[in-house]
């Protein structure tokens, strides 16, 4: 079984993306393209996103925590749209519940004014339209309740499928829930400590920030320190959660032997188990022929 997460182990997720040959050069490309995302929307990220699955394939092989280049930027690009495509159908079930909530009471309550204008019983609309907003509040609401769940219950698993396609490569590997499965499961603990790492971590550059955006002088720097806070916590989820999931594929138990196999171990123990065989008591106790010598007459002749 590896050895779960300590002290060290962190220390040297946190700091990597400051480490390394070039990592200047490296990690102000990632600034300087999610910075363009605000002028160009979705593009920049998709490569942003494919350099991200790298840092986590990396991690989960166990290849060491370092900044790669920026050089096959066909293969950031398609990884980039592996990455997107399968957080999309995670987070796809909450989405749709808060959009939806969100639109139809918005649409009912963009409604409401043209209604009441072209009705001539002002009456009537108010007793049909009340019962109907209360409706389309409390589908509003039930939508700010149920979807947050939702989305919670598709953030947990993700980490573990986006490790487990960055490792093989493959966007069907996000997808094979009987194959990465166990990993999350043997393993709660620690993926329960990454998250609380993260969100910990996410935590105190927002309340940084914030505390930047009060002072009212430095709110110019929000921008470029929201940029810079984003990709750094891009880089650290990654190496975070592909580190765990490394250490959760290695404490898997071993499969057991097939049928016809034996483990060294066993034959050792049924060697030393098996009892010797028994002696009779009779044959035992009568003595044994000693070999006939020839005599020195015989020998002679």
Known sequence: ???????????????????????????LIGIVLVFISFIIPII???????????VMRRAAKGEGLVLPEWSDWGKLGLDGL???LISLIFLLPGSIVLIGGWVFYMSFAFSVPIIAASSTNGRNVDAIMVPL???????????LFVGPILLALGAIPLPVATANMASEGKLAAG???RQWWPALWENKLGY?????IFLGLASILYFATTLIYMTLVCCW???????????????VYAALFGVTFRQSMESEPASPPTPGETAPLEDAAQVAETPAPAVDENTASQPVD???????????A
């Open 1 to 27: 079984m590896s050895e779960p997460m300590n002290i060290p182990s962190l220390k040297t997720i946190f700091r990597f993306p400051f480490q390394g040959q070039g990592w200047q050069t490296r990690f």
């Open 44 to 54: 920049p990220l998709i490569f942003v996103g494919g350099y991200i699955l790298e």
């Open 82 to 84: 592996k990455s997107t």
């Open 133 to 143: 907003f209360l409706f389309a509040f409390s589908i509003f609401f039930i939508a």
């Open 175 to 177: 997808f094979r829930i």
């Open 192 to 196: 329960f400590i990454a998250f609380t």
């Open 221 to 235: 720097l929000i921008p470029f320190l929201s940029v810079f806070a984003g990709f750094y916590l891009a880089l």
């Open 290 to 300: 000693a070999p006939e010598t020839p005599s020195t007459s015989e020998t002679s």
